[in-house]
Nanobody
């Protein structure tokens, strides 16, 4: 079993930055892809970014391209999401999720491809 705990959320002004962290425990995520998803108030959960197990393969939803960077540290089993130039529409609960172990470096934007989920961290952006 993999336990995931997100942190780093908070209140930030429009144009500000946040660095979200996803710490894994229980079992390593070294061989798993990790994704970040978010769910805003009265909105469907949406994909934000993902990183392959190797840390080199990444993907982003169009709305955050150029403003977000996902990275991972396989020594500490932590995945990061740096969000810059935040907009009010970025406000949401952000969740990280880990896939099943895989040798593929592919990333997925489908929530059904992820096996374990964290409880989320709230990001609020003031205008």
């Amino acid at each position: 079993q993999v336990q995931l705990v997100e942190s780093g959320g908070g209140l930030v002004q429009t144009g500000g930055s946040l660095r979200l962290s996803c710490q894994a425990s229980g079992s390593t995520i070294k061989s798993r892809a990790v994704g970040w998803f978010r769910q805003g108030s009265e909105k469907e959960r949406e994909f934000v970014a993902a990183v392959g197990w190797d840390g080199r393969s990444t993907s982003y939803v169009d709305s955050v391209k150029g403003r977000a960077a996902i990275s991972r540290d396989n020594v500490t089993d932590t995945v990061f999401l740096q969000m810059n130039s935040l907009k009010p529409e970025d406000a949401a609960i952000y969740y990280c999720a880990a896939s099943s172990p895989t040798s593929s470096t592919d990333t997925s934007s489908e929530s059904s491809d992820y096996e374990f989920w964290g409880q989320g961290t709230q990001v609020t952006v003031s205008s």
